[in-house]
């Protein structure tokens, strides 16, 4: 049993979870109040949920590729470690909880639900036919900002568009950086992605390039909103996580750290600002 359970914790990418979920929290401040702690768990419920079925979808559709492939043929379901039967049956689970999350914040939001559900099985096999996949998975977290503006206050805002600009532009980005370490492999397998379509040094200058503009849509925010010197002086210090980017041949390690580093300095940006205000 704790086998099992550690294939599904492996089967997840559990740790992998901070980054994602310091966006969604970061979209708590640029609605018109702070959710409730009960609104809150459940946007958090529901994002964990759909990232969740996100990652066995990817891993039950790529299980082939990923066999072939030296650094991913440990991994649960491409070792037959884990059946595949169960991954199906945990997707379904995962989906139906996504669903139900999603339907306590009203009809409207889980009729919506299913098409993110569609989404994020989509990105999935992209890869087969298009190098654009890094930008569909950007296009999933340009909505977490919407989805929360639309539950929160009914709709969306300038600042729901900028902060989705932002995070879709870093996600795309870093998912391009990740990319590269597969780049060969896809170029022999057939596969779709940009380092193995415009090579390596291209995709270090291109995922810059979006860190960039994420940064622009993040300041952006608190030019349209008024924000002190608090927001932008925090936001100075994102720069600093280009240090974990030095390394192709280490990208994995640095793929995490990168993630982590950023979400949480937006987060702190958007929390040190709210701070300041109430005081």
Known sequence: MLFFMNQVVILLRSRQVIFGAMWLISSFFIVSRLPTLSEASIFLAAFLFLRSFAMVVNGLVDRDFDRRNERTKERPLASYSYPVYAAKGIALLFSSFFCLAA???GIAPFLISFFLLLLVSFYSYVKRFSWLCHWVLGSIYFLIPQSIAFVMDGGFSVESNLLGLAAGSFIAGSDILYATQDALF????????FPSRFGNDLT????????LVSLFFLFCIGWYS???IVYFLSLSFLPMSFVYV?????VNRQFHLLNVATGTF??????LEYIWRIL
């Open 103 to 105: 339907l306590q914040c």
């Open 186 to 193: 896809d170029r022999e397998e057939g596969l779709y992605s």
């Open 204 to 211: 270090k200058r291109v995922f810059f390039i979006h860190y």
């Open 226 to 228: 008024g924000y002190s």
């Open 246 to 250: 030095q390394n192709l041949e280490e």
């Open 266 to 271: 937006v987060f702190l940006s958007f929390l």
